[in-house]
């Protein structure tokens, strides 16, 4: 292989290593502003995309280990999109900026070592937000200690009203 070709190698495999999520889409009949807009969109959220070689990226996923990616059937452009924290912002950013633009399309993504489907990158981008699941999660968290207050608080309020009806009843005297 030439010098170059084992440049991109290297390159393509930094940015499968970098990221613990990949995402390739199709971009054929995208037009060029297009595709900065795609890219600054991605930008925001964290991620690249770079246009790859489809051969070129399984011999760099093989290289690394990456078998799910090294024997992944692709076929066509590709677009490969990787980096920032949250795969589900990620996800969103394509999946928002394929609906308004046909040519875009996802092909497959992988998330930590695993294959993942058109529609599973969709379902993943339908998933809430980072910020959102973590309220989720200390809701879900405090509730235990919630209920256990507001009993107490029954149970000391019932002491309290049958005192209160004991002193009504008996006669003042």
Not at 58 to 84: F, Q, Y
Not at 122 to 148: C, D, H, K, T, Y
Request: aromatic share 4%.
């Amino acid at each position: 292989m030439r010098a170059e070709k084992k440049q991109l190698v290297a390159d393509i495999a930094t940015l499968l290593t970098s990221s613990d999520h990949v995402f390739l889409v199709s971009y054929k009949g995208l037009k060029v502003a297009e595709f900065s807009d795609f890219r600054q969109g991605l930008a925001k959220v964290g991620a690249e995309c770079h246009v790859v070689s489809n051969r070129l990226l399984r011999k760099a996923a093989a290289a690394h280990d990456l078998s799910v990616l090294a024997e992944a059937e692709l076929a066509g452009d590709s677009a490969m999109i990787s980096g920032g924290d949250d795969a589900v912002a990620v996800a969103r950013a394509v999946r928002d900026f394929a609906k308004g633009h046909e040519p875009v399309s996802l092909k497959l993504g992988a998330l930590e070592g695993r294959l993942l489907r058109p529609t599973e990158v969709e379902e993943l981008a339908a998933l809430p937000s980072r910020e959102i699941l973590l309220a989720q999660l200390l809701g879900v968290l405090q509730a235990p200690a919630r209920n256990l207050a507001g009993v107490l608080y029954a149970k000391t309020a019932s002491v309290v009203y049958a005192l209160q009806a004991y002193m009504d009843k008996k006669p003042q005297g």
